[in-house]
């Protein structure tokens, strides 16, 4: 089971590699009314929560332009607040990728506001596509060891996904999401929503604001894109920024520059390995230590390598593993770090993320730019040149250009980058912050992708959501936080020293393959 596991995360990277035109209508009147009798409250449980919490599964119109055709289900999880008053205006959490399930968020939440959700509700909401409400999830089937990553196999698993669904995932965009959003506040009776999103959610969370303004009171936005912002075209930049600042703590640190002093040198070399495509490199399953090979090229180095720097400490082994597979022709550190994480794709509804990205992104990139970006990257642009030959044969719908706009706002925000982020940097998260009046731009110094956990960080979410002032938000406390160490060897920060007879050691043993 586990070597089919690590084949099914390789194939994973090699097709769903991660990372709008003009119509003019209105957005459909609620159908809440006219649905109440198809709204079911039930107990349910979710991941990482040990009591019940309540289910409100709604049946709402697949396309929302034709209310009375096709439903679908929409599931939002409701925590109770904690004291027996609760307020109307409850947190709303709304999880990334495109495609992540906020239902899968439940113990974050709950440890994330427990202080606010004394008396507030705490909305884990599926948008449409992903975790309980009629997930588009691509059936991967079975792969031997040996991964084939052609053009033709990926376009072979695509045609196997889009024929697997009984839905038309045409309408399954951002625009569709946020009208299932406010018919629940609708039904429900909720004021007004506080929005935490991550990521990708902090795009649906500004979607929602754009479209009912005066339906929100507060929102955190922890990696944040700009709903204008196409995330297709910053893959190259992004990367690139973070790989960049990695080279230079490297270069920076003692114990790192005198270990891999030639660490940017080795990962375009390495880089240039995997772009010999089809050359098979071997490795062992860290787990069930069984052989495999992997199929080489650019894409596939380019998604692997964006694993490690979501997080600041896969970071900091990064350098370790590079020399390993560089020097030593040892590539099970890289696996062992890479796999740790999956695919950038893990835990996604791909059918999810395709509908929304390739209406909304692939749709409106510019080629050109795109091009001249790509020339410059240190990846390539593999990650969006694919995204778009995806997107090509996924069946899209034309959308509201409001979705693909600036958002500009009076909505008091708190709007949270990680200095080392290669996804969603903190030049992107001060884009947002310019066009929302009342914010306050907070940056992780030391954090990679999502910093509402970073330090003290949560008391500051608790104290904002309660007063909603951006003005005297104090983040001194935020100051002591370092670099994790960086690895110098499998003893991690600490070389391991070769035992010999006179009782000496040897530094270099430190960076030799066991």
Known sequence: MKQKKLSSMFRAVNFFLLLGLFLTYLPAKSAASEEKNKIKTTDCHVSGLKTAVQCVQMSLPLDWQKPEGKKITVTAVIISALSSHSDSDPIVILAGGPGQAASDFGEFATSMFRKIHK???????????????????????????????????????????????????????????????????????????????????????????????????????????????????????????????????????????????HFKADFLKMQQEFSVKNIKISFTDPVSWTAHRLKTSDSVFTNLIRGPLYNAKSQAVLPFAVDQAVNFKNYNPFIALVSGFGSSTSGIAMGSMLSVLCAEDAAKINKKRLMALSKKSLTRGAAAKTFIKICKLWSTKKIPEKITQHVKSTVPILVLSGRLDPVTPPHLGQEVADNFINSKHIIAHNNSHISSGYSCMPDILNKFFADLDVKNIDVKCLDHVKLPPFAVGFGGPVALQKPSSAGGGNNDYCKRPL
């Open 119 to 261: 008396n507030k509700d705490i909305i884990l909401f599926d948008l449409r596509g992903t975790g309980l409400s009629t997930p588009l999830i691509c059936p991967q089937g079975e792969e031997d060891a040996e991964i084939n990553s052609s053009e033709q196999r990926q376009q072979e698993l695509l045609k196997e996904c889009l024929a697997s669904f009984d839905v038309d995932v045409r309408h399954f965009t951002s625009y569709d999401q946020i009208q299932d959003m406010e018919a629940f506040r609708t039904y429900m009776g909720y004021s007004q929503f506080n929005f935490w999103g991550g990521s990708f959610g902090t795009r649906i969370a500004q979607h929602y604001i754009h479209f009912y303004p005066n339906n929100v009171r507060s929102a955190i936005m922890d990696g944040a894109i700009s709903s204008g912002h196409n995330l297709i075209e910053s893959f190259p930049v992004s990367s690139d920024y973070a790989l960049n600042i990695l080279f230079e703590n490297c270069k920076n640190d003692k114990s790192c520059n005198d270990a891999f002093p």
